[in-house]
């Protein structure tokens, strides 16, 4: 998508009043766009913040610079393991060191402006790399990162036809690490911030996991542009019954789409469905996270604190 086409909803957002707003730039890899700081400076043009989540292999320390020079507040580092296990889900034996190179990056920018750069390090668990989260948890402490979210491999895309899914023993046991984790201070008294990802109610876990209890924010106040135009909530709800509108449509008004649309993610009644129909936490989880659901009338297709029970 040309900047121009982008800045245009910016442009739209901007004239309805709407001033605290930060921009993610995901994917895909942010990082192949050439005009990314064009794009930043856009943004931050128009009195927004903007920040990207890379997996880092196509970032230099002089890519890093232009980025914040164009005004880059916030990166999200993906790394899903030691170098092994890294390697092996990337398909790539140069990805660990690259993005190893990329959060020293950030560790030096988050300390030299710790209110104007904020970063951490995302890590999608599966069965491959579960039994090295402490030895993960280690070697990020060393390396002076001090934020950490994870997130659980979900059924979708290459995903669905492997057997990197956790089991319910697995998953429980991931939930143990994460409340270990966030008491857990090294012999000279580092720690991390880790949080679990936004997905699923946890019963018994919430607030032990993360700083927030559960709710799938997807249009309530996370909105997306895809890269075809195409607007929805946040970049993983890509089911075309939540598909709200295009920008390339014609008389496009973002902002009187967000006011007047996004209905079944606001009404999620619909989701009531399945074993969710007779669940006595409905009201706490109100059918999981929009990711999980193929469209606007089935039920999710796993259950989080059914795999804990």
């Known amino acids: 998508m040309p900047v121009e086409d982008f800045s245009r909803v910016l442009d739209n957002i901007k004239s309805s009043g709407i001033k605290n707003l930060t921009i993610c730039i995901t994917g895909g890899e942010p990082l192949v766009r050439k005009d990314l700081e064009l794009a930043g400076k856009e943004i931050i043009r128009h009195g927004y913040n903007w920040g990207i989540v890379t997996n880092g292999l196509m970032m230099t320390k002089e890519r890093f610079t232009s980025l914040i020079r164009s005004g880059m507040g916030s990166m999200s580092v993906s790394l899903d393991g030691l170098k092994n296990e890294h390697n092996d889900l990337r398909q790539n034996n140069k990805s660990f060191d690259t993005v190893e190179k990329t959060i020293k990056l950030c560790v030096e920018q988050n300390k030299a402006s710790p209110y104007g750069f904020v970063f951490d390090v995302i890590t999608c668990v599966h069965s491959g790399n579960i039994n090295t989260l402490p030895l993960l948890r280690d070697y990020l402490i060393h390396n002076g990162v001090t934020a950490w979210r994870i997130f659980s491999i979900f059924p ?10 956790l089991s319910k023993e697995e998953y429980r046991h991931l939930m143990d690490f994460i409340v270990e984790t966030r008491m857990y201070k090294t012999e000279d008294g580092k720690s991390i911030n880790l949080n679990y990802s936004c997905e699923g109610y946890l019963g018994d876990y919430e607030l032990k996991v993360r700083d927030f209890y559960y709710f799938c924010r997807g249009g309530i106040n996370v909105g997306s542009v895809m890269c ?13 019954d939540f598909i709200q509108g295009n920008i390339y449509q014609e008389n496009f008004d973002f902002m009187k789409l967000w006011n007047t649309k996004f209905q079944n993610m606001r009404d999620r009644s619909w989701a009531k469905t399945g074993k969710c129909r007779s669940c006595k936490n409905w009201r ?3 059918g999981n996270g929009l990711h999980l659901h193929k469209d606007a009338h089935s039920e999710c297709s796993h259950c989080n604190l059914d795999f804990l029970k």
């Open 156 to 165: 979708s895309g290459r995903a669905a036809e492997n057997k990197l899914a």
């Open 228 to 240: 075809d135009g195409s607007v929805s909530a946040c970049l993983s709800v890509r089911a075309k």
């Open 284 to 286: 706490y989880c109100e």
